[in-house]
């Protein structure tokens, strides 16, 4: 069971099948899954199934911080974040957030948390993420959380659940750059 950690306006704690009503209210829209692994949800029961096999089994199995992120003032449950893969102290971060709450600063406040929970809780030595071209906005939640710019680079990549070329960005902090910060 994860821990749950807080936020100034949001809780994070573990997916569950409540949360899918809210998650496939924006799981469904085309906007939000524009630079995601997954393409849009196009049911309900898709979004459930998704929680059952997903975030559920890895959290059964012990390989998930994958947190669902509620907000606070509606206790509302407004989208995901946590860290997708952890291998040898480095975690690779990811996010996905309603767009009612886009241009908020939700998803700094709920990234900066998890960094912190990261180096003082799970002991990690880095924690790494990435963008896809054109996705500026997560680009900019990476910066603003310390996270350093490493470049990009084309490749294959998983986009709406295809594979196709593109360009992605990456970005990292180290435990050592965070403790200076």
Known sequence: MLPILVTKRCILKEV????????YEYAKEEKVVRYMTFPKHESLENTKNLIESFFIERYKQGISY???ITYK?????????????????????GY???PDYWNKGI??????????????DLKLEK????????????????????MKYLGSEEREIKLQGKM?????????????DYYKG
Request: aromatic letters at 8%; a positive charge.
């Open 16 to 23: 569950c099948l409540e949360n899918a009503k809210d998650m």
């Open 66 to 68: 994958d947190y669902g």
């Open 73 to 93: 003032e509606n206790n509302k449950f407004i989208g995901t974040s946590g860290f997708c893969r952890i291998e040898n102290k480095v975690a690779t971060l």
């Open 96 to 98: 996905c957030l309603n």
């Open 107 to 120: 998803m700094t406040e709920v990234v900066t948390r998890l960094i912190k929970f990261g180096f003082d």
């Open 127 to 146: 924690i790494e993420a990435q963008f896809y071209d054109g996705n500026i906005k997560s680009g900019n939640v990476m910066k603003k959380c310390g």
């Open 164 to 176: 196709v070329m593109g360009k992605i960005h990456r970005c990292e902090i180290t435990k050592e």
